[in-house]
């Protein structure tokens, strides 16, 4: 880990790979794009395991869980105020810390309220309670 990154809640630009992108056999993500940290674990080796949710601005299906982001959230978090944004909170990449090769950005840009944060993981266990989470290992 560097410093404090990443933490819960911190929005960094990411290549996520969407888990019907993995399934074609590709390893990369198409694109960087805004990402929230939304939880972050220590595994059995000691490493710093992320979980990264997609930011979106395209409107999610109504199959998809996602959160909009509230305009003062982005403000806080330095993405832009002037389109709607969402979360998807069903499909995420986890990534450990020291080891990988897709985090090129070791600082977060901004971050979520403690209040706002919250509210994402507790959608994203939800989720996962439920048996719906897709989660894509980077690593």
């Not at 019907?20 to 220590?42: F, H, L, P, S, Y």
């Not at 810390?97 to 939800?126: H, N, Q």
């Amino acid at each position: 880990m560097t410093g404090d990154f990443p933490k819960a809640g911190q929005v960094f630009g990411y290549h996520f790979l969407w888990q019907w992108q993995a399934k074609r056999g590709e390893t990369e993500g198409r694109k960087k794009r805004n990402v929230c940290a939304a939880v972050v674990v220590t595994n059995d080796r000691g490493k710093h395991v992320v979980f990264i949710a997609p930011i979106t601005k395209q409107e999610p299906d109504d199959d998809r869980a996602a959160i909009e982001i509230p305009k003062i959230e982005a403000r806080r978090a330095k993405l832009d105020t002037d389109i709607r944004l969402w979360i998807i909170l069903d499909e995420m990449n986890s990534d450990i810390v020291e080891e990988s090769y897709t985090l090129e950005e070791r600082t977060a840009k901004g971050a979520f309220s403690p209040a706002f944060t919250e509210s994402i993981v507790r959608g994203i266990l939800a989720i996962r309670k439920a048996g719906k989470l897709r989660v894509t290992g980077r690593v």
